[in-house]
């Protein structure tokens, strides 16, 4: 599985953006899928993630009420829509994928994508 994110970008705080990861290759509504970020400075950490038949959706408790996780496995797509955004969300957001057992450890992750800047300016 090859991913590609996109919809990166600088807003100001308060604002929203709309985050897509594309997945081509292999069959992906088998997979589950995750949005990861980093930070400068800091590891890379889970930020959402959506089991396989979008039955499950997971968020870390730093984006919890702020961040909406979806998929469209026609499409082979998964989004990430962030609003309330805060000086604190800026980082590099990946996407990945895992099959199997649901776990959002970034190690845990089989396929990574390029990342995609999102700078939040206060």
């Known amino acids: 599985v090859q991913l590609q994110a996109s919809g990166g970008g600088l807003v100001q705080a308060g604002g929203s953006l709309r985050l897509a990861c594309e997945a081509s290759?292999?069959?992906?509504?088998?997979?589950?899928m995750g949005w990861f970020r980093q930070a400068p400075g800091k590891e890379r950490e889970f930020a959402a993630g959506?089991?396989?038949?979008?039955?499950?959706?997971y968020y870390a408790d730093s984006v919890k009420g702020r961040f909406t996780i979806s998929r469209d496995n026609v499409k082979k797509t998964v989004y990430l829509q962030m609003n309330s955004l805060k000086p604190e969300d800026t980082a590099v957001y990946y996407c990945?994928?895992?099959?199997?057992?649901?776990?959002?450890?970034?190690?845990?992750?089989?396929?990574w994508g390029k990342g995609t800047q999102v700078t939040v300016s206060s």
């Open positions: 290759g292999r069959t992906f509504s088998g997979y589950h």
């Open positions: 990945a994928a895992r099959l199997g057992s649901i776990a959002w450890s970034p190690n845990g992750m089989k396929y």
């Open positions: 959506i089991s396989w038949n979008s039955g499950s959706t």
